[in-house]
C-alpha cells in the first residue's frame, strides 16, 4: 500500500523554523519525484517545493527560495522540507505529492501555524 504520511507542522512564533518531514512506503521511492504543496485556510493549493529524482535537483516558490530547503533520502524514503524565518502567510496544512507518470499521490498533510 502506498503510503506519504507528514510530520512536525505546528505552531511557531514568527521568524522561528520548523522541518517537515515526509515518510513514504510501499512504492519505490527512488523512481518519484516529490513536491510539498501548500493550502492556506479560505484558499487553494500552492505549489511550494519540487525535488527530482536522481541528484535531486530542488526547485521554489518565489515565496519560499532563500527560506525553505527541500531535501530527500533515497536510502531512508524520506522527504524533507526545512522551511526558516517563518511568516504568518506561511500558516497552511502542507502536503507531501508524488509524482510519477503524473501527480499521482498525496499525503494527508501537515498543519502550520505562524503566529505570535
Known amino acids: 500500500e502506498v503510503q506519504l504520511v507528514e510530520s512536525g507542522g505546528g505552531l511557531v512564533q514568527p521568524g522561528r523554523s520548523l522541518r517537515l518531514s515526509c515518510a513514504a512506503s510501499g512504492f519505490t521511492f527512488n523512481a518519484y519525484r516529490f513536491y510539498w504543496v501548500r493550502q492556506a485556510p479560505g484558499k487553494g493549493l500552492e505549489w511550494v517545493s519540487t525535488?527530482?529524482?536522481?541528484?535531486?535537483?530542488?526547485y521554489y516558490t518565489d515565496a519560499a527560495k532563500g527560506r525553505f530547503t527541500i531535501s530527500r533520502d533515497n536510502a531512508e524514503a524520506m522527504v524533507y522540507l526545512q522551511m526558516n524565518n517563518l511568516t504568518p502567510d506561511d500558516t497552511a496544512v502542507y502536503y507531501c505529492?508524488?509524482?510519477?507518470?503524473?501527480?499521482?499521490?498525496w499525503g494527508k498533510g501537515t498543519p502550520v501555524t505562524i503566529s505570535s
Open positions: 525535488i527530482t529524482t536522481g541528484t535531486g535537483t530542488p
Open positions: 505529492v508524488r509524482h510519477g507518470n503524473g501527480i499521482d499521490y
